[in-house]
C-alpha cells in the first residue's frame, strides 16, 4: 500500500493520516456553522486572548515566554551553564574526561 | 570514458577542482560564476546519483588510484591493499547524496544571501571544498584518506565560520572550532599511528580482516569514537556546536549540519565495519547510547533557554544527533543477538539512519529561514522580533514546516523516523524511548517560542520597511519544504530505497571486507 511504513512493531500510514485530517476539518468547520452567532465583532468579545494580557501589550517577547518553566528551573539552568563557560580550555578537557571514562570503562569490562 | 567506472573519484574531484578554479571563473563575470558553482554541483550531484543507482543494483564498487584498472584493490606484487582505495557501499551513497543536496540547496541560497564584494568567490571556493571533503570522507575506505578529508573539511568550514570576519564573535567561534578540530584530529592521527603501527595497513577493510582488538586497539577505538563523537556535536563534546553553527553565515549552518553528520558517518563506520565483531562492542553501544541521550536531553533544555534564533537551532541540531546516535547505537548492542537485531536492532538503525536525512532536510530548511529573518531585520535576537508573518509570509510557512518536521509531528518527515525510533527502542529500553519522547515534546516547546516571538503579534513600527526576501533564497526554501513534506508523505519509498540497503551495508562487515580483498 503507498505510503505504509512498517515501524517494526506496527505501521504508519501519512496518506490515510492525511485523509482523515481534512474530513475532520471539514467535520469541524461544519459543526462551527452551529455556533453562537450574536457575538458583536471589534468588541471585546472578540479581542485576542493572550494569557490575560491586554492586546496592546502585545508583542509579547521571547524574554517573556515560558517563564514560570525557568523560574522553576532556575537551579538547574545555573548548574548546566557553569558547564557551558565559552572557554576553549573546558572545551578540551570534556575531550579529555570522554576518553579516559571511555577508556576505563572498556578496559575494565574486557577484564 | 566510462562515467560510471571513474565516478566515485570524479565526484569528489568535480567539486575540489570546481571551488579552486572559481577566483578564476570570476574573472569572466559574476553570472559565469555563479552558473559554474552550479553547475559543478548539479554534476556532483548527477555522479552520486548515477553510483547510487548503481550501487543499490549491483553492490559495492571500489575505485583504487593509481591503478591500472581502477576496480584493481590489491596489487600483483603485494597481497594487501596499499593503494589510496575507495569503497563505495549503500550508506556511503546515501551520506553523499545527502551531503550534496544540502550543498546544492546552500549554494542557491547564497546566490543572494551573500553580498557582492564580501569575498564571495572565496566563500564558494570553500563551499566546494568542503563538499568535496564531505564526499571524501565518506567515499574513502582507508583510515589515513578519512583523516585527510576529514582535515579539509574542518580547516574549509572553519574558514566559513570565520566569514563575517570584521566580527569579533566569529572570528572567535572559528577559533575555537579550529582548535577544537585540531585536537580531534590529532587524536585521530594517534589512532590510526596505533593500527598502522601494529597491522601495518591502513585500509579499513583489511584491518576489519586481521583485528585482534588487542589493548592498543581499544585505546585506537576510544580515541576514534571520541573525536569522531566531538566532530558530530554529541553531548559533552557539543560546546563549538553553538559557537559556530550560531555565527557562520546561514546557509553554511546549513551545510555544517551535513558536515557534522560526515563525522557521524565516521563514527559508525568505525563501531560497525571495524570493531563490530570486538567481544566488548556493547560497552561501545552504550557509550554511543548514553552520548546520544544525554545530547538529546542537554541539547534541548539549552535550546529552549536561547534567545538568538540561530544558537538555538544549534543546540536543537545537537538534540536531533542525539536521535541518530542513540538509534543506530541500538543496533550496535544487539548486533551479536542475530534475533534482537532482526526483531528491533535494524528497525532502530534505520530510524537512525533516515533521521539523518530527515534531519539534513528540515533543520536546513530552518537554518535557512533564520537566513532570511537575519537577511531582512538584520538581528539574531528573537527579542527584537515579532510580527513577521505579515511582512514575510513565505519565510513563516517555511519555518512552520521546518518547526513542525523537527518537533516529530505528522506528516511530515521527522515523525515517521522518530516513530522508527521511539518504537524499536522501546523493546530495547522503555526508558529510553521514553526520554527520546519527551525531548520531542520539549523541542515543540521550543520551536513554538521562537515561531510566536518572531513570527506572531502585530506589526512592529521598526518593521515597516522589511519585505520578503529575494527569489533564490525562497526557491532554496521551498525545495527544502517540499522535501519535507514528501518525504514524510512517502516515507516508505526512502526507506525501501535508500534506508534500508545503507543500514544493512552497516551490518555487514564481510561484504565490506569482501568489496577489497
Given amino acids: 500500500m503507498m505510503g505504509l511504513l512498517q515501524t517494526g512493531t506496527g505501521f504508519w500510514n501519512p496518506l490515510v493520516w492525511s485523509v482523515s485530517l481534512f474530513i475532520i476539518v471539514l467535520l469541524v468547520y461544519f459543526i462551527r456553522f452551529f455556533g453562537e452567532k450574536k457575538y458583536k465583532p471589534g468588541t471585546e468579545q472578540t479581542m485576542p486572548f493572550c494569557s490575560g494580557s491586554h492586546p496592546s501589550e502585545l508583542p509579547i517577547r521571547a524574554n517573556s515566554i515560558y517563564w514560570g518553566f525557568f523560574k522553576a528551573m532556575d537551579k538547574h539552568y545555573k548548574a548546566l551553564n557553569r558547564i557551558h563557560t565559552g572557554l576553549l580550555d573546558d572545551y578540551v578537557f570534556w575531550f579529555i574526561i570522554v576518553i579516559v571514562i571511555m577508556l576505563t570503562v572498556l578496559s575494565i569490562g574486557g577484564l | 570514458m566510462n562515467l560510471l567506472l571513474h565516478a566515485p573519484i570524479l565526484a569528489i574531484s568535480i567539486p575540489l577542482l570546481g571551488g579552486l578554479a572559481t577566483p578564476i571563473i570570476t574573472k569572466f563575470g559574476k553570472r559565469v560564476r555563479d552558473s559554474w558553482i552550479i553547475l559543478s554541483l548539479l554534476f556532483t550531484e548527477f555522479l552520486v546519483l548515477i553510483l547510487t543507482h548503481d550501487i543499490l543494483s549491483n553492490g559495492i564498487r571500489t575505485y583504487t588510484l593509481g591503478a591500472k584498472f581502477p576496480t584493481d584493490t590489491i596489487p600483483i606484487a603485494n597481497f594487501i591493499p596499499v593503494r589510496i582505495v575507495l569503497e563505495l557501499d549503500a550508506f556511503s551513497v546515501f551520506m553523499a547524496i545527502t551531503s550534496v543536496t544540502i550543498a546544492l540547496i546552500a549554494s542557491i541560497y547564497s546566490l543572494k544571501f551573500i553580498k557582492e564584494g564580501t569575498a564571495k568567490s572565496k566563500y564558494y571556493t570553500l563551499l566546494l571544498l568542503l563538499t568535496a571533503a564531505m564526499v571524501g570522507l565518506v567515499f574513502t575506505g582507508d583510515l589515513f584518506s578519512m583523516f585527510v578529508f576529514l582535515e579539509i573539511l574542518s580547516i574549509s568550514s572553519g574558514v566559513l565560520v570565520a566569514f563575517y570576519s570584521h566580527k569579533g564573535e566569529a572570528l572567535e567561534a572559528a577559533f575555537k572550532y579550529i582548535v577544537i578540530s585540531a585536537v580531534g584530529a590529532l587524536m585521530i592521527l594517534l ?20 583485528l585482534k582488538f588487542s589493548f592498543s586497539d581499544k585505546v585506537a577505538l576510544v580515541l576514534l569514537i571520541a573525536a569522531f563523537a566531538m566532530k558530530c556535536g554529541a553531548v559533552p563534546l557539543h560546546m563549538w556546536v553553538p559557537d559556530a553553527y550560531g555565527e557562520a553565515p546561514a546557509p553554511i549552518s546549513a551545510v555544517l549540519v551535513v558536515a557534522s553528520q560526515a563525522g557521524l558517518y565516521a563514527l559508525f563506520r568505525i563501531s560497525f565495519t571495524l570493531f563490530s565483531a570486538l567481544p566488548t562492542i556493547e560497552i561501545v553501544a552504550w557509550s554511543v547510547i548514553i552520548l546520544g541521550v544525554l545530547s538529546m536531553f542537554i541539547g534541548v533544555i539549552m535550546a529552549i533557554s536561547q534567545k538568538n534564533i540561530k544558537r538555538l537551532m544549534a543546540y536543537h541540531a545537537i538534540s536531533q544527533t542525539g536521535y541518530m546516535l542513540l538509534g543506530i ?13 532482526n526483531s528491533f536492532g535494524i528497525t532502530a538503525m534505520e530510524g537512525g539512519i533516515f533521521h ?9 530548511l530552518l537554518f535557512l529561514t533564520a ?28 519555518f512552520l514546516i521546518g518547526a513542525l518536521a523537527i518537533t516529530g509531528l505528522p506528516p511530515f518527515n521527522g515523525f515517521a523516523s522518530k516513530l522508527m525510533i521511539y518504537e524499536s527502542v522501546f523493546r530495547f529500553s522503555p526508558l529510553l524511548s521514553i526520554i527520546a519522547m519527551m525531548v520531542s515534546i520539549l523541542t515543540l516547546a521550543s520551536f513554538v517560542k521562537v515561531f510566536y516571538s518572531a513570527f506572531m503579534g502585530p506589526k512592529l513600527k521598526e518593521h515597516n520597511e522589511i519585505r520578503e526576501v529575494p527569489k533564490t533564497m525562497l526557491i532554496a526554501m521551498l525545495v527544502l519544504a517540499l522535501l519535507t513534506l514528501l518525504v514524510g508523505l512517502f516515507p516508505d519509498i526512502v526507506v525501501d530505497n535508500i534506508i534500508s540497503p545503507a543500514a544493512h551495508a552497516l551490518v555487514d562487515q564481510s561484504k565490506y571486507i569482501g568489496g577489497v580483498l
Avoid: C, E
Avoid at chain 2, 191 to 207: Q, S
Avoid at chain 2, 356 to 364: E, L, M, P, R, S
Avoid at chain 2, 375 to 382: A, C, F, Q, S
Fill in chain 2, 371 to 398: 537566513g532570511a529573518i537575519i537577511y531582512r531585520v538584520g538581528t539574531k535576537d528573537l527579542n527584537k522580533m515579532g510580527g513577521l508573518a505579515h511582512k514575510m509570509p513565505f519565510t513563516t510557512i517555511f
Fill in chain 2, 329 to 341: 547505537g541500538v543496533g550496535l548492542a544487539v548486533i551479536g543477538n542475530i534475533n534482537a537485531l
Fill in chain 2, 356 to 364: 539523518i536525512i530527515n534531519h539534513a532536510i528540515y533543520k536546513g
Fill in chain 2, 191 to 210: 589512532a590510526i599511528g596505533l593500527l598502522y603501527g601494529h597491522y601495518n595497513l591502513l585500509n579499513i577493510a583489511a584491518l576489519a580482516n586481521v
